[in-house]
């Protein structure tokens, strides 16, 4: 095909020049950044006003949107999404030949009309024009795709940030009703006093725990990208703009997309720890720093509008922190020392952030008198100050600042007390930076902070200061730096620890069989909480000086408690206990700590067990029962917690486990069992929700799971990883991480302040009756179908989801099958199929074996019982996405004959559960009442059938050519990767 092959040299007449892209050769064509004048008569100003004349000019065929309709729900976004699609065209036009774009052409085409028209012949004619491309070709096709997947979430995002703003300023309504002012009125009139609700608010903590499972398949030089066309997106609607401006910012937007495309899509190694720690950093840097302040003032003023008093200064709405370099469950290369590297890179990247604070500070506050303890403060310091300069020979005349770098004026007490804390965080960032190169620690007058309460301290002596002299107008930056410190301490985020109960139970054996006792892992529960009550009531140690495991596995069990012990509470949050079956799994821990805990080691970290199968859901109440009966244990906590216990309860293995309806209620009965024995105890409990970005994994609108919790167990204290894509989700710009703040903190408030709804017997029998028939036709299909492994494999992308990069952790915990793989690619592969089977299998069956009376009282439970309608509806949202002729695609060309019959098994129960729900909810289509996540499917779906053909055709190629162990075209192997990034960016809930 003459000009077909990207890979060839262009027809005669055409220009071409080489690109990034696995070095296709792509010629120019279009109207592009390349076609401007450049002779000499012609000035680059002038070249771009032929092509921008004015505010009413078409750039690509594209007309700038419109800001008369930006109260519109739906407009805008059609028009960004319209716009990015013309220029992003008009990028690539210009890189590849005119007949290999006419291909991309025809493909794009013909998805826009499947995706309105769905006809069988238009699905057959792009498969098989994809099953004609080329390698480079598909590889091609797969960039752009999964490129305008992603221009097209963050006009999504853009998009609800443009609403909310339009909301705001009294344009229009909104969809959804979680902001504070809304829920701070709706309380009100149910009741409420505002002295009743601002208390509430003020008790309650939100802790987000972001980690580094893999689920974000899009490169962070991408995001950053993405980010540059979203903040443009925002202008090009929300300014007053002249011409010039506005031609300005379309340039930009030309220029990012043009980046965007020459970026490689691909991670070409996987990312190591502490590279997944440094980009959470970043997530907090980017957005969350500056939106934990501005949110903390916009509920202040909303608390004014309701006649409430402001939050107190020590209100702790939000803390943070990470699994990033402290979850070494399966994963052996978070070692001891990456955990101390990764807690010094979160100190020195907070001080970083505290540095410019405090700059900013010591220029603005030129206040030249204060109160007389900012005085006396100050006095204390300068003879503080003095004295250790004698005992340390030296002054500060070395450090070097932006601002006063050489004199602070005594006359101005704040810059002297600022430049003070500016001196001892400059002395924190650089003992950081030292122990991060191996150096040692630079001599200077200041000490470096240790305690979020030394930097606290200084910030309230000014805070009240002012307000004493009357100047609280001038206390608002001083009140936004106390709000962060509160937020984030002095390392960002608190880093967790995580490890599998078992590798303690190895490493006590490695103990107990060098002196003799033989080993603990043969032991029953019995003799193992017998063992441990008697080491931890007496006060000798057990492991003997020097000992030094064989084991590889043991030793690092053991290194890393004594990390642990030398790391200081500040730095790490809590110790949690994955797959924990037993009491033992927990005392085991509190043991190891006090084992390898020193005089300077401080408070232990709380243990937390993790129940995240069925198994152990149900288990629950022996467990807790045993530790709270335990006198040591209950001693313990009372002691070192204030009769605290955290519990993490986890949806993703639980869901695999089971199935999706199993999981829930499961998880739903152990909450209620947990906190019954909790209040027996007189213990106060705390849950950690460990969920996903899907609905298989606990995933979903957090508001609605937030409200659909058993009672008792929210209780102002709300605990939740936020993973992967999730991420970017709520937290990729300012505006998303703002209403993200925003919605846990109205969920929880109202979840605190709600009337309790009584479960009714007859639910409970329903629920009961639905779950053990889902259960046992899901572990039918899933654990006891001989076809189900065999198919899964050939069906999915399974076996090539390594190649994404996107986590350091192995795929499996270990060797096997499906139990045996992680709960994240379990889900991540169906979902690239869009059979989402996890997330629905076994719910139609339960529901179709429903009686008249029973399928009554389910409609019933869905009206009244929020628990229930939360689930429907995300499982709705699920369905939402799946695609049945998708899946059967991937089956007509990957899966045997013989298992073909099984897939369509398959895609007939998921016609079942479609049907079910649908009468459940009483809709007559999916989402007809979230128009919100329906409009978010509508924005995407028309990129998403080329992305499923490539994959197919690139697994039908990759596999093949592995049969006849041939080598695999780097251009096959990306174009695979790509797809499965793109299908992984246009669904989100991918993980």
């Given at each position: 095909?003459?000009?077909?092959?990207p890979?060839?040299?262009?027809?005669?007449?055409?220009?071409?020049?080489?690109?990034?892209?696995s070095?296709?050769?792509?010629?120019?064509?279009?109207?592009?950044?390349?076609?401007?004048?450049r002779?000499?008569?012609?000035?680059?100003?002038e070249?771009?006003?032929?092509?921008?004349?004015?505010?009413?000019s078409?750039?690509?065929?594209?007309?700038?949107?419109?800001?008369?309709d930006?109260?519109?729900?739906?407009?805008?976004?059609?028009?960004d999404v319209?716009?990015?699609?013309e220029?992003?065209?008009?990028?690539?036009?210009s890189?590849?030949s005119?007949e290999?774009?006419?291909?991309?052409?025809?493909?794009?085409?013909?998805?826009?009309?499947?995706?309105?028209?769905?006809?069988?012949?238009?699905?057959?004619?792009?498969?098989?024009?994809?099953?004609?491309?080329?390698?480079?070709?598909l590889?091609?096709?797969?960039?752009?795709?999964?490129?305008?997947?992603?221009?097209?979430?963050?006009?999504?995002?853009?998009?609800?940030i443009?609403?909310?703003?339009?909301?705001?300023?009294?344009?229009?309504s909104?969809l959804?009703?979680?902001g504070?002012?809304?829920v701070?009125?709706?309380?009100v009139?149910?009741?409420?006093?505002?002295?009743?609700?601002?208390?509430?608010?003020?008790?309650?903590?939100?802790?987000?725990v972001?980690t580094?499972?893999?689920?974000?398949?899009?490169?962070?030089?991408?995001?950053?990208?993405?980010?540059?066309?979203?903040?443009?997106?925002?202008?090009l609607?929300?300014?007053?703009?002249?011409?010039?401006?506005?031609?300005?910012?379309?340039?930009?937007?030309?220029?990012?997309?043009?980046?965007?495309?020459?970026?490689?899509?691909?991670r070409?190694?996987?990312?190591?720890?502490?590279?997944?720690?440094?980009?959470?950093?970043?997530?907090?840097?980017?957005?969350?720093?500056?939106?934990?302040?501005?949110?903390?003032?916009?509920t202040?003023?909303?608390?004014?509008?309701?006649?409430?008093?402001?939050?107190?200064?020590?209100?702790?709405l939000?803390?943070?922190?990470?699994?990033?370099?402290?979850?070494?469950?399966?994963?052996?290369?978070?070692?001891?020392?990456?955990?101390?590297?990764?807690?010094?890179?979160?100190?020195?990247r907070?001080?970083?952030?505290?540095?410019?604070?405090?700059?900013?500070?010591?220029?603005?506050l030129?206040?030249?008198?204060?109160?007389?303890?900012?005085?006396?403060?100050?006095?204390?310091?300068k003879?503080?100050?003095?004295?250790?300069?004698?005992?340390?020979?030296?002054?500060?005349?070395?450090?070097?600042?932006?601002?006063?770098?050489?004199?602070?004026?005594?006359?101005?007490?704040?810059?002297?007390?600022?430049?003070?804390?500016?001196?001892?965080?400059?002395?924190?960032?650089?003992?950081?930076?030292?122990?991060?190169?191996?150096?040692?620690?630079?001599?200077?007058?200041?000490?470096?902070?240790?305690?979020?309460s030394?930097?606290?301290?200084?910030?309230?002596?000014?805070?009240?200061s002012?307000?004493?002299?009357?100047?609280?107008?001038?206390?608002?930056?001083?009140?936004?730096?106390?709000?962060?410190?509160?937020?984030?301490?002095?390392?960002?985020?608190?880093?967790?620890?995580?490890?599998?109960?078992?590798?303690?139970?190895?490493?006590?054996?490695?103990i107990?069989?060098?002196?003799?006792?033989?080993?603990?892992?043969?032991w029953?529960?019995?003799?193992?909480?017998?063992?441990?009550?008697?080491?931890?009531?007496?006060?000798?140690?057990?492991?003997?000086r020097?000992?030094?495991?064989e084991?590889?596995?043991?030793a690092d069990?053991?290194?890393?408690?004594?990390?642990?012990?030398?790391l200081?509470?500040?730095?790490?949050?809590?110790?949690?206990?994955?797959?924990?079956?037993?009491p033992?799994?927990?005392?085991?821990?509190?043991?190891l700590?006090?084992?390898?805990?020193?005089?300077?080691?401080?408070?232990p970290l709380?243990?937390?067990?993790?129940?995240?199968?069925?198994?152990?859901?149900?288990?629950?109440?022996?467990?807790?029962?045993?530790l709270?009966?335990?006198?040591?244990?209950?001693k313990?906590?009372?002691?070192?917690?204030?009769?605290?216990?955290?519990?993490?309860?986890?949806?993703?293995?639980?869901?695999?486990?089971?199935?999706?309806?199993?999981?829930?209620?499961?998880?739903?009965?152990?909450?209620?069992?947990?906190?019954?024995?909790?209040e027996?105890?007189?213990?106060?409990?705390?849950?950690?929700?460990?969920?996903?970005?899907?609905?298989?994994?606990?995933?979903?609108?957090?508001?609605?799971a937030?409200?659909?919790?058993?009672?008792?167990?929210?209780?102002?204290?709300?605990?939740?990883t936020?993973?992967?894509?999730?991420?970017?989700?709520?937290?990729?710009?300012p505006?998303?991480?703002?209403?993200?703040?925003?919605?846990?903190?109205?969920?929880?408030?109202?979840?605190?302040?709600?009337?309790?709804?009584?479960?009714?017997?007859?639910w409970?029998?329903?629920?009961?009756?639905?779950?053990?028939a889902?259960?046992?036709?899901?572990?039918?299909?899933?654990?006891?179908?001989?076809?189900f492994?065999?198919?899964?494999?050939?069906a999915?992308?399974?076996?090539?989801?390594?190649?994404?990069?996107?986590?350091?952790?192995?795929?499996?915990?270990?060797a096997?099958?499906?139990?045996?793989?992680?709960?994240?690619?379990?889900?991540?592969?169906?979902?690239?199929?869009?059979?989402?089977?996890?997330?629905?299998?076994?719910?139609?069956t339960?529901?179709?074996?429903?009686?008249?009376?029973?399928?009554?009282?389910?409609?019933?439970?869905?009206?009244?019982?929020?628990f229930?309608k939360?689930?429907f509806?995300?499982?709705?949202?699920?369905?939402?996405?799946?695609d049945?002729?998708?899946?059967?695609h991937?089956?007509?060309?990957?899966?045997p004959q013989?298992?073909?019959?099984?897939?369509?098994?398959l895609?007939?129960?998921?016609?079942?559960?479609?049907?079910?729900?649908?009468?459940?909810?009483?809709?007559r289509?999916?989402?007809?009442?979230?128009?919100?996540?329906?409009?978010?499917?509508?924005?995407?779906?028309?990129?998403?059938?080329?992305?499923?053909?490539?994959?197919?055709?690139?697994?039908?190629?990759?596999?093949?050519?592995l049969k006849?162990?041939?080598?695999?075209?780097t251009?096959?192997?990306?174009a695979?990767?790509?797809?499965?990034?793109?299908?992984?960016?246009?669904?989100?809930?991918t993980?």
């Open positions: 095909m003459p000009g077909g092959d890979g060839k040299p262009p027809a005669a007449g055409e220009t071409s020049r080489p690109i990034s892209k070095g296709v050769v792509r010629t120019l064509s279009g109207l592009s950044d390349e076609t401007l004048p002779n000499g008569n012609v000035s680059w100003d070249g771009i006003s032929s092509l921008l004349a004015g505010p009413n078409r750039i690509g065929g594209v007309k700038p949107p419109n800001r008369a930006s109260v519109d729900f739906i407009s805008p976004l059609k028009g319209s716009l990015l699609r220029l992003l065209f008009d990028v690539v036009r890189q590849v005119v290999t774009m006419n291909k991309v052409e025809l493909i794009a085409k013909l998805s826009s009309e499947f995706d309105t028209e769905a006809e069988d012949a238009t699905f057959a004619t792009i498969a098989s024009t994809v099953g004609n491309l080329s390698e480079a070709e590889q091609l096709v797969a960039s752009l795709f999964s490129s305008m997947s992603n221009v097209a979430n963050i006009a999504e995002y853009v998009h609800r443009r609403r909310r703003r339009a909301f705001e300023r009294g344009e229009g909104m959804t009703h979680t504070v002012d809304e701070l009125g709706e309380l009139k149910k009741g409420h006093t505002p002295a009743e609700i601002q208390k509430t608010l003020a008790s309650q903590t939100v802790e987000m972001l580094a499972h893999p689920t974000q398949a899009v490169r962070r030089s991408l995001l950053s990208k993405l980010h540059s066309i979203a903040d443009i997106l925002l202008d609607h929300d300014k007053p703009l002249t011409p010039n401006e506005r031609d300005d910012l379309v340039l930009a937007l030309r220029g990012h997309l043009r980046s965007l495309w020459r970026t490689d899509e691909v070409r190694t996987k990312p190591t720890p502490t590279d997944e720690a440094r980009n959470i950093l970043q997530v907090i840097e980017h957005t969350v720093w500056d939106a934990v302040p501005v949110f903390m003032r916009d202040n003023k909303a608390l004014a509008r309701h006649n409430a008093l402001p939050l107190p200064l020590d209100a702790r939000f803390l943070f922190s990470s699994w990033a370099g402290g979850d070494r469950d399966g994963n052996p290369f978070v070692t001891p020392q990456v955990t101390r590297e990764v807690v010094a890179i979160n100190r020195y907070a001080a970083v952030l505290y540095l410019s604070e405090i700059e900013n500070l010591l220029f603005d030129s206040v030249h008198y204060g109160s007389e303890e900012l005085m006396k403060y100050n006095a204390a310091l003879e503080a100050d003095f004295a250790k300069s004698k005992e340390v020979g030296h002054g500060k005349g070395n450090l070097k600042y932006k601002e006063f770098w050489n004199h602070v004026p005594p006359t101005e007490p704040y810059r002297v007390l600022l430049s003070h804390m500016r001196d001892r965080m400059t002395a924190t960032r650089d003992h950081c930076e030292a122990l991060l190169s191996g150096s040692p620690a630079p001599k200077t007058l200041a000490e470096p902070f240790q305690l979020s030394e930097l606290l301290e200084p910030l309230m002596v000014m805070h009240r002012l307000m004493s002299e009357g100047d609280a107008l001038l206390s608002g930056p001083i009140t936004d730096l106390i709000a962060r410190v509160h937020a984030f301490g002095l390392t960002l985020v608190k880093l967790d620890v995580r490890q599998e109960g078992e590798t303690h139970t190895h490493a006590m054996s490695t107990t069989e060098f002196i003799g006792l033989g080993s603990y892992s043969e029953d529960e019995d003799k193992r909480m017998e063992f441990l009550t008697s080491l931890l009531e007496s006060k000798r140690p057990l492991i003997p020097g000992f030094s495991p084991s590889e596995k043991a069990v053991l290194d890393t408690f004594e990390a642990v012990a030398t200081g509470k500040e730095a790490l949050g809590a110790y949690v206990v994955s797959m924990c079956f037993t033992s799994d927990v005392l085991l821990v509190a043991f700590q006090r084992e390898y805990a020193t005089a300077d080691s401080g408070p709380r243990v937390v067990p993790l129940l995240e199968t069925i198994g152990a859901l149900q288990s629950c109440s022996k467990t807790l029962s045993t709270f009966a335990h006198p040591w244990y209950r313990y906590l009372a002691e070192q917690f204030d009769n605290v216990q955290e519990v993490m309860v986890g949806y993703s293995d639980s869901g695999k486990d089971g199935g999706r309806l199993t999981s829930a209620w499961e998880l739903y009965k152990a909450q209620e069992s947990m906190v019954a024995i909790a027996e105890y007189g213990i106060c409990l705390r849950f950690f929700h460990g969920r996903g970005g899907t609905v298989g994994r606990g995933g979903g609108p957090q508001h609605l937030i409200l659909s919790q058993p009672p008792k167990t929210i209780n102002g204290y709300l605990r939740v936020i993973q992967g894509e999730v991420m970017e989700q709520d937290f990729g710009l505006g998303l991480a703002t209403r993200t703040l925003e919605t846990y903190t109205t969920a929880v408030l109202k979840a605190d302040l709600a009337t309790v709804i009584t479960v009714k017997p007859e409970r029998q329903v629920m009961d009756k639905l779950s053990n889902s259960y046992t036709h899901y572990r039918h299909i899933v654990h006891d179908e001989p076809r492994v065999e198919y899964f494999r050939y999915t992308p399974e076996q090539e989801l390594g190649l994404l990069n996107i986590g350091s952790r192995p795929q499996k915990r270990k096997g099958g499906v139990e045996t793989l992680r709960a994240i690619p379990w889900i991540f592969a169906w979902t690239q199929t869009r059979l989402h089977l996890p997330v629905w299998l076994g719910l139609g339960a529901l179709s074996k429903a009686d008249a009376d029973e399928a009554a009282t389910v409609k019933a439970m869905y009206a009244e019982w929020p229930f939360s689930f509806d995300l499982i709705e949202m699920v369905l939402a996405k799946a049945s002729q998708t899946s059967a991937y089956d007509a060309e990957l899966v013989e298992l073909q019959s099984f897939g369509v098994e895609r007939e129960l998921l016609c079942e559960v479609i049907s079910t729900v649908l009468d459940t909810t009483g809709a289509q999916l989402l007809d009442k979230d128009l919100v996540q329906k409009r978010a499917i509508n924005t995407r779906r028309e990129w998403m059938l080329p992305l499923h053909l490539v994959q197919v055709e690139a697994l039908r190629r990759k596999r093949e050519l006849k162990d041939q080598m695999l075209p251009t096959l192997v990306d695979l990767v790509i797809s499965m990034k793109g299908i992984s960016a246009a669904l989100q809930n993980g």
